[in-house]
């Protein structure tokens, strides 16, 4: 059984710029959250998606969008990138909806210059 | 508005002795609570849970215990290893709401 997987490690971007991150749930998973994780902060839920569909969403703005494929794997999008989006992302998989346990992946560090 | 508060950023342990985390919370709403850990570079790992319905629950070394009068839950880790080092996130939701996490308390366990 495979954990959850995030790729990349590490990404620097400058303002402006767009980014993707991506993140392959654990097996047997068909729910997908992503948190940001800002520095001395606790992760804060951005969305999940469940079976491809979003399904919920925190407060954070249109310019982040997620995506779920067959697979279940998923990927983040955000746009027009700000100095504030630097943070570590984390990705979160479970078997069903919000009220299960959640794995957590080991995140993408973001830098925004 | 913070929810979920670990008013503590640090506690440093001498092994072998009991750590007390503690976290506030206060959304009345909220009915389950969960205790991640992290080490660095890595993802945040489940440690253990408890539904508002209970007082206490147990998983060898680490017992939850939840004060819902006083909004207030506390992680005790008996007895510490430096291997328990980290950083512990309290966190909580209510119904089928998104998990809201605390900011963390760093965990070190001195040999």
């Known amino acids: 059984e495979t954990g959850v997987t995030q790729s990349p490690t590490h990404l620097i971007k400058t303002r402006g710029q767009q980014v993707t991150l991506r993140c392959s749930s654990q097996?047997?998973?068909?729910?997908v959250s992503w948190y940001q994780q800002a520095l001395g902060q606790g992760p804060q839920f951005i969305f999940q998606?469940?079976?491809?569909?979003?399904?919920g969403r925190g407060n954070f703005p249109p310019r982040f969008s997620g995506l779920q494929f067959p697979n279940y794997s998923s990927e983040l999008n955000v746009n027009a990138l700000e100095l504030d989006d630097s943070a570590l992302y984390l990705c979160a998989s479970s078997d069903g909806t919000l009220r299960e346990t959640q794995y957590f992946g080991p995140g993408t560090r973001l830098l925004v210059l | 508005d913070q929810q979920v508060k670990q008013n503590s950023p640090s506690l440093s342990v001498q092994e072998g002795r009991i750590s007390i985390l503690n976290c506030d919370y206060t959304?009345?709403?909220?009915?389950?609570f969960l205790w991640y850990k992290k080490y660095p570079a890595e993802g945040p790992t489940f440690l253990i849970s408890i539904s508002s319905i209970k007082d206490k629950n147990e998983d060898g070394r680490f017992t939850v215990f939840l004060n819902k009068s006083a909004k207030h839950l506390s992680l005790h880790i008996v007895p510490s290893q430096p291997g328990d080092s980290a950083v512990y996130f309290c966190a909580a939701r209510g119904g089928n709401t998104p998990l809201v996490f605390g900011k963390g308390t760093r965990l070190s366990v001195i040999a």
């Open positions: 097996s047997g998973h068909n729910t």
């Open positions: 998606y469940y079976r491809e569909e979003e399904n």
């Open positions: 959304n009345s709403m909220f009915d389950y």
